[in-house]
């Protein structure tokens, strides 16, 4: 396999040297020409955790960084936010009798949440690992604290200790994870975990949250209804063609998108390097048509407001993955698909760990986005209110 660097990111993408195009593994005839990629850090790997909201948050700020022009070797740590939610989720649980979320998940709100309360560190200074040479697996920690938990958080339970309580769950968490350093020494700097964030000068208050879903009033923000907004975050409510146009504008302009969606989809391929939604019933197909979603361009599901409406109500658009779209291509039928960083390591396709989805996947699945606000056409951004 060769490598073709793109805007200074390396991509393990097929290259054909006549056509130059990209695509998305070996014996396909997908030919993807680059409308626009942007610079992007390393694939990581969230192994045995449900912490992708937490890896494909930062590494929309590390792209943040790189556009900022604070330099390209920020690695900032997944499992130090993870560290900072625990608590706060186990007493958003408490507080809500056990009938709130709590686990591994989160969204995009909960890393600008500890950004702005508690900073950041390196990941080189937090892994968030015991043994170093073990993968990320947090598993046993959520079983433990939820045993915790539970216990107190019953209508039946007749006073509640919280201080004892958040002691204990921050014990585990250290327990499991270490404890995060009140003060370290970084390339030949101190910091705290507070001045390391500043001195990142990445501002909490620039980042927006965007969605589109017809349930609640356009152009307003609603609490989005899926179980990891364990906060209650609330997101702006725009029209799909305007959720689509910021999101084109975004990369068109040098900014990316941390993508929040629904990954659980026949047409979702990540081994193949696609996401696609054809335009057949999954039902309807032949087992070549099936075969055929990852070697060749094909019809694809033309998305409504309606359907993609129909698909949250009846739960088959979930708050399943967070990840980073870093680019745009187009296919030789000039259809537009998403350049998308995952979290799931550099090895489980032939994409470096990266894949491509189509805009009709992309509109139909997608359950938010973040973006910087100047990533927002100006037009939108006067509908919502929010000064640029």
């Given at each position: 396999?060769?490598?073709?660097?793109l805007?200074?990111?390396?991509?393990?993408?097929?290259?054909?040297?006549?056509?130059?195009?990209?695509?998305?593994?070996?014996?396909?005839?997908?030919?993807?020409?680059?409308?626009?990629?942007?610079?992007?850090?390393?694939?990581?790997?969230?192994?045995?955790?449900?912490?992708?909201?937490?890896?494909?948050?930062?590494?929309?700020?590390?792209?943040?960084?790189?556009?900022?022009?604070?330099?390209?070797?920020?690695?900032?740590?997944?499992?130090?936010?993870?560290?900072?939610?625990?608590?706060?989720?186990?007493?958003?649980?408490?507080?809500?009798?056990?009938?709130?979320?709590?686990?591994?998940?989160?969204?995009?709100?909960?890393?600008?949440?500890?950004?702005?309360s508690?900073?950041?560190v390196?990941?080189?200074?937090y892994?968030?690992?015991?043994?170093?040479k073990?993968?990320?697996?947090?598993?046993?920690?959520?079983?433990?604290?939820?045993?915790?938990?539970?216990?107190?958080?019953?209508?039946?339970?007749p006073?509640?200790?919280?201080?004892?309580?958040?002691?204990?769950?921050?014990?585990?968490?250290?327990?499991?994870?270490?404890?995060?350093?009140?003060?370290?020494?970084?390339?030949g700097?101190?910091?705290?975990?507070?001045?390391?964030?500043d001195?990142?000068?990445?501002?909490?208050d620039?980042?927006?949250?965007?969605?589109?879903?017809?349930?609640?009033?356009?152009?307003?923000?609603?609490?989005?209804?899926?179980?990891?907004?364990?906060?209650?975050?609330?997101?702006?409510?725009?029209?799909?063609?305007?959720?689509?146009?910021?999101?084109?504008?975004?990369?068109?302009?040098?900014?990316?998108?941390?993508?929040?969606?629904?990954?659980?989809?026949?047409?979702?391929?990540?081994?193949?390097?696609?996401?696609?939604?054809?335009?057949?019933?999954?039902?309807?197909?032949?087992?070549?048509?099936?075969?055929?979603?990852?070697?060749?361009?094909?019809?694809?599901?033309?998305?409504?407001?309606?359907?993609?409406?129909?698909?949250?109500?009846?739960?088959?658009?979930?708050?399943?993955?967070?990840?980073?779209?870093?680019?745009?291509?187009?296919?030789?039928?000039?259809?537009?698909?998403?350049i998308?960083?995952?979290?799931?390591?550099?090895?489980?396709?032939?994409?470096?760990?990266?894949?491509?989805?189509s805009?009709?996947?992309?509109l139909?699945?997608?359950?938010?986005?973040?973006?910087?606000?100047?990533?927002?056409?100006?037009?939108?951004?006067?509908?919502?209110?929010?000064?640029?």
């Amino acid at each position: 396999m060769n490598k073709f660097i793109l805007s200074g990111l390396a991509l393990s993408l097929f290259f054909s040297v006549k056509a130059q195009t990209l695509t998305n593994k070996k014996g396909s005839e997908y030919q993807f020409t680059v409308v626009k990629n942007l610079d992007a850090t390393a694939v990581q790997n969230q192994n045995q955790t449900g912490t992708c909201w937490s890896f494909s948050s930062l590494s929309f700020f590390e792209s943040e960084l790189i556009r900022m022009g604070k330099g390209k070797d920020f690695n900032l740590s997944e499992m130090f936010v993870a560290r900072k939610a625990y608590p706060l989720k186990a007493d958003n649980y408490v507080r809500m009798h056990g009938h709130n979320n709590f686990g591994e998940g989160g969204g995009f709100p909960d890393v600008i949440h500890v950004l702005r309360s508690y900073g950041m560190v390196p990941e080189e200074v937090y892994t968030g690992k015991k043994n170093p040479k073990e993968p990320h697996n947090h598993g046993v920690l959520e079983s433990t604290l939820k045993g915790i938990l539970n216990a107190s958080a019953t209508d039946q339970t007749p006073k509640i200790d919280f201080e004892a309580i958040h002691t204990t769950v921050e014990s585990t968490c250290d327990a499991f994870l270490g404890k995060v350093p009140e003060k370290f020494d970084y390339k030949g700097k101190s910091y705290t975990p507070r001045t390391y964030a500043d001195a990142m000068g990445i501002n909490p208050d620039d980042y927006v949250f965007i969605t589109s879903f017809t349930h609640h009033p356009f152009y307003s923000k609603f609490t989005l209804e899926v179980p990891d907004n364990w906060n209650w975050e609330q997101m702006y409510n725009v029209p799909l063609n305007e959720l689509q146009e910021v999101m084109q504008n975004a990369i068109n302009t040098g900014y990316t998108v941390a993508w929040a969606a629904d990954v659980s989809e026949k047409g979702f391929r990540f081994k193949d390097g696609l996401a696609v939604v054809p335009d057949k019933r999954w039902e309807d197909m032949t087992e070549e048509e099936k075969n055929n979603l990852v070697v060749k361009p094909h019809a694809q599901m033309a998305i409504t407001q309606e359907n993609r409406q129909q698909a949250f109500d009846n739960y088959e658009t979930q708050d399943d993955h967070g990840m980073h779209i870093v680019g745009m291509v187009k296919d030789q039928t000039n259809v537009p698909y998403y350049i998308v960083k995952n979290s799931w390591g550099k090895d489980r396709n032939e994409c470096d760990g990266y894949f491509y989805a189509s805009e009709s996947y992309v509109l139909y699945k997608t359950t938010s986005i973040m973006v910087h606000k100047k990533a927002l056409p100006a037009a939108i951004a006067k509908k919502l209110g929010i000064t640029q």
